[in-house]
Every structure is written in C-alpha cells, then in structure tokens.
C-alpha cells in the first residue's frame, strides 16, 4: 500500500502526516480518513477548488486529470505544474508528498 506523507501545514496538520492509502482511493478522501480535514466545499464533485493541494513526489503516478478538473484547477489559488484537486486525484501505487496550500479561494470554511 502506497505511503501519502503530508507536509506541515499551519492548521490541518502543522506537524505532517504519514499514512498508508489504499490504491484507487482519492488523495481527498485518505486525508479526511486520517484526521486531515482538508476543506472540500462542493462535497467532492469537482465544482470549486477548496481541496487543492500540490503533489510534490509521484504525481505521475495519480489518475489523469480530466477536462473539468484542468477548468477549476486555473481558479485555484498558488497553482502549479503538480497541482489537482485531491477529490479528484486517485492514488496509484507509488508513494506521494502532498502539500497543502496555505489559502483556498474559498473566504468562508463550512467548518467555522
């Protein structure tokens, strides 16, 4: 089972995170199951950008973005080569290094 390792981010986990993930889950849902409460406002239906995050190690190894993912990823705030949607990305069976970046496009968490 592949290892998601979680950069430190400052309020869903400021001391990272290591887990195994099972092969064919999202990036999105393995967080959530690990106590990572990666915001997701659309419910994962890819309709906003709140679960950014930024594959930093085995981005090849994800499902392929699709059309409408590529469309909401260019709302996504801190954009970059390796970025998805983690409702979207599914994990392969190679290891990833996730980042979380430090703001979403989303002014208001459903959780506050």
Known sequence: ???????????????GAVFEAESGT???????????EIE???????????????????FDSLSEAEEIEEDMLDK???LEPESRLSCQ??????DLVVEIPKYTINMVSESH
Not at 1 to 15: G, K, R, S, V, Y
Not at 42 to 50: G, L
Not at 89 to 94: D, K, N, Q, R, S
């Open 76 to 78: 996504a705030w801190g």
């Open 89 to 94: 990305a599914t994990v392969g069976e190679v």
């Open 1 to 15: 089972m592949p290892q998601l390792i979680f950069l430190p981010h400052e309020e869903l986990c400021p001391e």
């Open 40 to 58: 997701h406002a659309c419910e994962k239906s890819c309709a906003c950008t709140t679960c950014h995050v930024i594959v930093r190690e085995g």
């Open 26 to 36: 999202t990036i999105c849902d393995a967080a959530l199951a690990n106590g990572i």
